[in-house]
């Protein structure tokens, strides 16, 4: 058929009708072939099935996200997880755990709320996983922690609250290009510890920034907040809780008082008197007690004969297993994992739940909140933090005085007066405050530092409160006097 198109032939018009049906064909074929590509294909960050997985329904995503600039260039790792039913509906919520330079993956996502939890070699459900709720997005942040990585090294020694925050914006923003059907979700931002610096610090980036994020709210667990007031209430929960002596409490508060501490060059640099009070506390406290939780057993993977290990929970009825996170470690540095999570192991030998080889500035701990908070309420984004009540690293004592405070400074009424909130089994889940309906306070009965590690069912509870922005289920009055039950959220 071509021969009648030679460019020799003198019927131009039947040569031109056959080249134009010729590129019609050809048209055809490549939009066919282009959309059987497309129906087939999926996003490259999908992951088929983690090794070792029980079935599920809903999809999972994990990969990386490149931070550019003109100095370096770093790749955040993160881990998403569609919610379980009906994800086009569900609100977005990004993780952060602390540290600083402690993974989000494998403390939040496999160690709390995720969808699973590590047991021995395997993986099983949590049946209190909040992407029940909610479509969930962990991220492991700085680069350095986890996964994530800098090509420069030079980053691991300047990392910072404010290089932090940028770019966890940076990856926010490159992230929704990627999944544009979540851009005009309702979203949250939630984390604990020195994810009280991380979740206030983007969330002020990205009002300050106007864009286009739909932030509805932050929820804040056992963070830190203020340096001395968190700080300063240590000596008296420890002592509240006998853990510590009359004697050594004294010398806490007359010693180591952190409002007059100064801690020039090294963070760590206090008083030699403050530090044999530390190591006295230490003692007394002795090496048995996790003091993320004052009443949860201690993992004796490191303490005693293999032997021993082989039976972590001797009690059959024990509902935490307080070996997770070594179980977690071990599982993410799998090859076949890694493999399935899109993942590689850049500038280190083994995946880790913190970072060996991250340098924060820890100067940045002192830097206070309380600015950052009011800023977001008055901007209309609704805060909620909360305190899982055995941690004595950061205590809910400390954390209580500093939102109290912040209340006060803004001028917020109490809406709600401190009384108990409910699980859904009708015990008592902790106790909360409201201040003028946009500030809540809470605490988690029997939580640890990770409240949901310990404490699932009442942190559940707690997190579809905040996403719905009600106050917690609560015990009221009416006018007959009798006592009613307010809704599980």
């Not at 760590?268 to 008197?273: E, L, S």
């Not at 993977?301 to 972590?312: H, K, P």
């Not at 306070?441 to 939580?447: H, M, P, S």
Request: charged share 20%.
């Amino acid at each position: 058929m071509h021969y009648l198109c030679n460019p020799s032939s003198s019927n131009t018009t039947l040569c031109f009708l056959i080249m134009s049906f010729e590129s019609w064909i050809l048209f055809t074929y490549v939009t066919i072939l282009m959309h059987t590509c497309c129906f087939n294909c999926k996003n490259s960050d999908e992951i088929v099935n983690l090794p070792d997985q029980p079935p599920v329904n809903f999809k999972q995503f994990a990969g990386y996200i490149s931070i550019d600039d003109d100095a370096q260039q770093r790749f955040m790792f993160y881990y998403f997880v569609e919610a379980e039913s009906d994800p086009s509906s569900k609100p977005l919520v990004l993780w952060f755990n602390g540290g600083p330079g402690c993974s989000s993956v494998g403390a939040g996502a496999f160690v709390e709320h995720g969808p699973f939890k590590p047991k021995g070699d395997v993986l099983v459900k949590n049946n209190c996983s909040w992407n029940k709720e909610a479509n969930m997005l962990y991220l492991e942040t700085p680069a350095g922690v986890g996964f994530s990585y800098s090509l420069d090294k030079s980053y691991y020694t300047s990392a910072n609250d404010v290089h932090t925050a940028g770019d966890n914006l940076v990856f926010l923003e490159k992230w929704f290009e990627k999944y544009r059907e979540y851009k005009d979700r309702d979203f949250y931002i939630m984390g604990e510890s020195y994810g009280g610096h991380y979740v206030p610090q983007l969330a002020t980036l990205i009002v300050h920034s106007k864009a286009k994020i739909n932030l509805k709210g932050i929820a804040l667990g056992n963070p830190l907040l203020e340096f001395n007031t968190d700080f300063n209430s240590r000596g008296e929960y420890l002592w509240s809780h006998g853990l510590i002596s009359d004697d050594t409490y004294d010398m806490f508060k007359n010693v180591c008082n952190y409002s007059t501490i100064r801690r020039q060059d090294n963070f760590n640099a206090v008083t030699p008197r403050c530090a044999v009070v530390a190591n006295q506390a230490s003692k007394e406290i002795s090496d048995y007690i996790d003091t993320y939780d004052v009443t949860l057993d201690i993992c004796l993977s490191n303490i005693f004969s293999q032997s021993q290990v082989l039976d972590r929970n001797p009690d059959p009825e024990a509902k935490v297993d307080v070996c997770v996170e070594d179980e977690t470690t071990k599982y993410f540095n799998r090859k076949d994992v890694q493999t399935a999570l899109n993942a590689r192991l850049v500038g280190v030998k083994e995946w880790s739940v913190c970072s060996s080889v991250l340098t924060y500035d820890m100067a940045n701990m002192e830097e206070p909140m309380t600015p950052v908070l009011a800023f977001l309420l008055k901007s209309g984004i609704r805060v909620f933090v909360y305190s899982g009540d055995q941690d004595s690293v950061l205590p809910l004592t400390g954390t209580r005085l500093v939102v109290n405070g912040l209340a006060k400074k803004l001028g917020l009424s109490t809406t709600l007066p401190y009384r108990a909130w409910f699980s859904d089994n009708n015990q008592v889940g902790g106790w909360t405050q409201v201040y003028g309906d946009v500030l809540h306070f809470a605490t988690v009965r029997g939580a640890a530092h990770e409240a949901p590690y310990t404490q699932p069912e009442r942190s559940f509870v707690l997190f579809k409160a905040f996403l719905a922005g009600k106050p917690l289920p609560h015990i009221e009055e009416n006018n007959q006097n009798m006592r009613i039950v307010m809704p599980n959220i």
